[in-house]
Every structure is written in C-alpha cells, then in structure tokens.
Nanobody, 121 residues
Framework: QVQLVESGGGLVQAGGSLTLSCAASGSMRKIETMGWYRQAPGKQRELVASVSNGGGTPNYADAVKGRFTISRDNAKNTVTLQMNSLKPEDTAVYLC??????????????WGRGTQVTVSS
C-alpha cells in the first residue's frame, strides 16, 4: 500500500553530521504525520522526531533537541532528518514512519526498512 524508502545512513565520527531522507510512495490519499524512530541493539524503538501535515512545531526527543532538525516536503512526500553534533549514543537503525490515509484501507501506520547510523568515538 505505502512504501517508505530511507537513505543517507552511514558511519561518521563523533561531532559529525549526517542527513537522512525518506520518500513515501504508493496508495496514499493523505500523509498526516511523518517522522523518524530509532532502535539501538538491546533497546526499545524510540521516537526521534516527527512533523505533522499541517506544519506547526515538530516534536523531538529530548536527547536530540538542538542537534537534529526534521523537515518535510509535502509536494514530494519526503521527510528529512538533519543530524548534527552526532554522539556515539546516536548509533542505531533509523526508521522512517508515516501515518497515512490510504485509498484502499483507510488510515494506517507504515514503516521503512531502516538505515544504519553508526557514530564512532
């Protein structure tokens, strides 16, 4: 129904920057919320940042406030996460998330496959 494809992960030294991108495609009528989650080995998946369709103030996890910036292009159905001042504890698989109204099955939550971000000390 809805496919989310992430790109931009990789290996970076502490203090460095990475930009993650996610593109949504498929049977979408409307994308209400787009965001990023992350999951480190042995830990639960956690919200990193999200932004709604109507704009407004994005939602950030306390651990990334002031370092990460989420932005969204509604015309292209994309969401980007700019990550600055990266720390080793940011190492995780980052997953794109979207809450969509589909043309076939109503509202649903969809996930990308994830992209690995590794920050070395």
């Amino acid at each position: 129904q809805v496919q989310l494809v992430e790109s931009g992960g990789g290996l970076v030294q502490a203090g460095g920057s990475l930009t993650l991108s996610c593109a949504a495609s498929g049977s979408m009528r409307k994308i209400e919320t787009m965001g990023w989650y992350r999951q480190a080995p042995g830990k639960q998946r956690e919200l990193v940042a999200s932004v709604s369709n109507g704009g407004g103030t994005p939602n950030y996890a306390d651990a990334v406030k002031g370092r990460f910036t989420i932005s969204r292009d509604n015309a292209k159905n994309t969401v980007t996460l700019q990550m600055n001042s990266l720390k080793p504890e940011d190492t995780a698989v980052y997953l794109c998330n979207a809450f969509c109204l589909t043309t076939t099955a109503g509202w649903g939550t969809f996930w990308g496959r994830g992209t690995q971000v590794t920050v070395s000390s």
